[in-house]
């Protein structure tokens, strides 16, 4: 049986090697995309990851899947590892973390959030 600390130290540590995972279509990591929509621990050791996709019918989905699984094994000794993809929870700019954002930025020489509220005329309040 897992304490909620331990819940919780595993918890930094999977997010902490989560973000050694990129996303195949913008090169920031999975995290600070914004893709990791649900980590839950279960007091058994159980790992469950709800994430996102930053394009549907992403074409490398398996691929994603199996990275982030071996992460969390190579991470904590989880009992179990479930991923699963949420693809009814579209994928915005607006849920990049402010780390996502300035990694894009310094890629690409521009703020992606800014030209999505731009282009799409959606405050990033409205999104959160």
Do not use: H
């Not at 990851?49 to 490398?60: E, K």
Request: with cysteine.
């Amino acid at each position: 049986m897992l304490t909620p600390q331990e819940k919780e130290e595993w918890k930094k540590k999977l997010m902490d090697a989560l973000t050694q995972v990129y996303d195949p279509e913008i090169p920031v990591d999975i995290v600070n995309l914004g893709l990791i929509y649900e980590l839950n621990i279960s007091d058994e050791g159980d790992v469950y990851i709800r994430m996102g996709l930053t394009a549907p019918g992403c074409p490398v989905v398996d691929d994603l899947i199996y990275t982030v699984e071996q992460v969390v094994r190579e991470t904590v000794p989880a009992k179990s590892v479930q991923v699963d993809i949420d693809i009814e929870k579209q994928w915005t700019p607006l849920m990049m973390t402010p780390q996502g954002r300035e990694k894009f930025k310094q890629m690409y020489g521009y703020d992606i959030v800014e030209m999505w509220v731009q282009t799409y005329g959606m405050p990033v309040s409205d999104q959160q």
